[in-house]
């Protein structure tokens, strides 16, 4: 097969860029011990560009206009080339929206509100008044490149002043989501595969340090296959099957998703990943 690579932008791997293109490198260089002819493109450079000579096409892109436009501009036999899909990778980017998809599916997570600018959209509970700190607050008008696009908030007046300094950064769609205790678990996995890989969100890389909020884990036990068929649903769901995301353990085994996103750094497993991840794009 002939496949091409996108590989993400520096300002889309906050503090994560050398694992991620770590993780695109090891897939691009299993492809090619496969015996595949593999070419790799920036994500700069994959709006008007030829994708006819290709079978297959692996992104980790996640700018919302490029992705936009790429949509756009292409028929849908090119668009089934991609994986994860273009319209997969453009709803990882708005926290609402998977949230909401999840809902659809019975997938446990905390309750939220979604909301545009002033105006509530949605709560996923009967009273939005039940929905108190602590909570965070999350930017869902694209892919967090920031630590001010998620803020955990433990009182009202500290919920205003983000909610303030996400209105003064032009932030339109928000999520607030209740605050979970428990063991911060991070995942990572290949739907379509059997791979799937977890670790305490305390023995990995840390984007911007909001895991300590959880505290060190207590290593309450759970069911990882359970979590793997959740995951796989949303990643079904949204045609993202290379994905990654965080749930919270409790003390009486229950879990809840908090984040789902498209494409990870596997920064932990990379070299078991890679090997799935090929597997997965040859058989899309």
Avoid at 2 to 30: C, H, Q, W
Avoid at 205 to 225: R, T
Wanted: charge should be negative.
């Amino acid at each position: 097969m002939k496949i091409l690579g996108i590989s993400r932008g520096i300002v889309y791997s906050p503090n994560m860029a050398g694992n991620d293109a770590a993780i695109f490198t090891a897939v691009a260089d299993e492809l090619k011990a496969m015996g595949h002819e593999v070419d790799t493109i920036r994500e700069s450079e994959m709006v008007g560009f030829d994708y006819a000579p290709y079978d297959r096409v692996f992104t980790m892109a996640r700018d919302i206009y490029s992705l936009v436009m790429l949509e756009k501009d292409t028929d849908v036999a090119t668009q089934q080339k991609f994986i994860n899909s273009i319209d997969g990778i453009l709803t990882c980017t708005n926290k609402a929206a998977v949230a909401t998809q999840m809902l659809e599916s019975g997938i446990p997570q905390p309750d939220f509100l979604v909301g545009e600018k002033r105006d509530l959209l949605y709560c996923s509970t009967e009273s939005k008044d039940s929905i108190t700190p602590p909570l965070w607050l999350k930017n869902c008008d694209g892919s967090a490149t920031t630590a001010d696009d998620t803020v955990f908030c433990t009182s009202k007046e500290e919920f205003d002043q983000a909610f303030q300094q996400m209105e003064k950064r032009e932030v339109n769609l928000w999520m607030a989501q209740e605050h979970q205790a428990g063991d911060l678990v991070k995942f990572y996995g290949v739907e379509g595969t059997d791979f799937f890989h977890w670790n305490y969100a305390s023995r990995g890389h840390s984007k911007f340090g909001l895991e300590k909020v959880n505290g060190k884990e207590q290593g309450y036990p759970f069911d990882a296959q359970r979590i793997k068929r959740y995951a796989d649903l949303t990643a079904k769901k949204l045609n993202t099957p290379i994905y990654g995301g965080d749930v919270i353990i409790d003390e009486k085994s229950q879990f809840w998703f908090i984040d789902f996103n498209d494409f990870p750094s596997f920064s932990t497993c990379r070299d078991e990943a890679a090997k799935a991840i090929a597997k997965r794009i040859i058989q899309a």
